[in-house]
Structure formats: structure tokens, C-alpha cells
């Protein structure tokens, strides 16, 4: 099993351009996360999804979009690229149940200069 | 809402030394659980330990212990015998139970604490 995969690793992109950030997990989780970590903070959750085609906001959702049309993927697209979007973008998944674990990917480091 | 605090920006230990490290949390729950998680600087976030709150007694792994004090809301990382390994950010996380005021089993992060270990 390769678990969460993300690509890119790393990104710089202009202010104003859009991107898609890849996701993809083979353990056939129903859940999956997807959070940003800012320099010298914790992590914090922009959208989620519980399922193929069901997905809601986090807690920092302005200026993404995601979509879940898969079991396997589910990638967050920045629309507009602003330079408060530099960050480290972590994607999770978990297989549901109270007591399972979330599993991270490796991140994907991108900077909107 | 919930929110999680670690009051030490950094730490240092000596190797094969015992340090603590500190999380208060906010809840109003009385049913959740708690994580530490550990990042070194590859970036990966990898499960240190967890705690369920109606457990009472402290989680160990190895090296790694908690003190987790619910009536007080905090829930420390005792790292024994520290290692060069150790040296990374260490995050708090809090995780209510599922479908419980919208939850849907995010984690809910610290700011971090960076260990050294000094040889």
C-alpha cells in the first residue's frame, strides 16, 4: 500500500493563477481531509469529505474548492492563487469508525509569490 | 469550540534524557480523543500516541508516555531515554467524536512544540 500520496511536493505559482492540489489514497477510506500549515502553527482543516460526491467546508475553506467523485481521490483546487495561500498543504484519510486513525500524506509546500 | 494550546515553543533534552511536553485543550465533551503527533522535517505527520478520554488509565508506546488529566484538560508527552531521532515538532490534537456538533472526525491542532536533543 502506498497510502496518501500528494503531488506536487513543491509549487510556486503567481498571484491570480489556479492549481489543483493531488490526493489520492489505495486503503478505500471514506474519509479524507484536507488541511493547511501555516509557518509556525498547527494544522488546520479546509474542506472534508465522508464519501464519493459528499464533501463540506472546514475551517479555513475560502479560496478552495474540492471535489470527491472517487473513493480514491480527492483534489483541492486554488482558484485565484493569493500570497496568504503560501503554505503547507496536507491531505489525510481515515477509514471512519470512532477509534481509526488518520493517515497524512507527505504535503505539498507551495508559495504564491 | 474546541481548541487546543501547547504553551512551549521549543524544548531542548539532552540525550537519554526524560523531557515533557505540555497541551491544555478546551472542551466542553466529555467523550473524545487525543493525539500526538510528531513531524520532523521530511514534513510527514506521524502517530505518536493516542489517548481516549473515557480511559482512564495513561497510554504508553515504548519510550513514549501521557499523563492525561481530564478534570484538568491536559494531556503532557513524556519522552523517555530521548534519542537524536526525537529531535522534530511535536503537535497536540484533540478529536471529538463523530457526527457530535458537526464533527466529522477532524483533528484540531497546537501550534507545536520543537524538541532538540542535544548529543
Known amino acids: 500500500n502506498a497510502g496518501v500520496t500528494q503531488t506536487p511536493k513543491f509549487r510556486i505559482l503567481k498571484i491570480g493563477q489556479s492549481m489543483t492540489l493531488q490526493c489520492a489514497q489505495d486503503m478505500n477510506h471514506n474519509y479524507m481531509y484536507w488541511y493547511r500549515q501555516d509557518p509556525g502553527m498547527g494544522l488546520k482543516l479546509i474542506y472534508y469529505?465522508?464519501?464519493?460526491?459528499?464533501?463540506d467546508k472546514g475551517e479555513v475553506p475560502n479560496g478552495y474548492n474540492v471535489s470527491r467523485s472517487t473513493t480514491e481521490y480527492f483534489p483541492l483546487r486554488l482558484e485565484l492563487a493569493a500570497p496568504s495561500q503560501t503554505s503547507v498543504y496536507f491531505c489525510?484519510?481515515?477509514?471512519?469508525?470512532?477509534?481509526?486513525?488518520?493517515?497524512f500524506g507527505p504535503g505539498t509546500r507551495l508559495t504564491v509569490l | 469550540a474546541q481548541t487546543v494550546t501547547q504553551s512551549q515553543p521549543e524544548m531542548s533534552v539532552q540525550e537519554a534524557e526524560t523531557v515533557t511536553l505540555s497541551c491544555t485543550y478546551d472542551?466542553?465533551?466529555?467523550?473524545?480523543?487525543l493525539f500526538w503527533y510528531k513531524q520532523p522535517p521530511s514534513r510527514q505527520m506521524i502517530l505518536v500516541i493516542r489517548q481516549e478520554a473515557y480511559k482512564q488509565q495513561n497510554a504508553t508506546e515504548n519510550r513514549f508516555s501521557v499523563n492525561f488529566q481530564k478534570a484538568a484538560k491536559s494531556f503532557s508527552l513524556k519522552i523517555s531515554d530521548s534519542q537524536l531521532g526525537d529531535a522534530a515538532m511535536y503537535f497536540c490534537a484533540y478529536r471529538p467524536l463523530m457526527n457530535y456538533g458537526g464533527s466529522q472526525g477532524n483533528l484540531i491542532f497546537g501550534k507545536g512544540t520543537k524538541l532538540s536533543v542535544k548529543p
Open positions: 489525510a484519510s481515515r477509514a471512519g469508525g470512532i477509534t481509526d486513525t488518520q493517515y
Open positions: 469529505s465522508v464519501g464519493a460526491g459528499i464533501t
Open positions: 472542551t466542553s465533551e466529555s467523550d473524545y480523543y
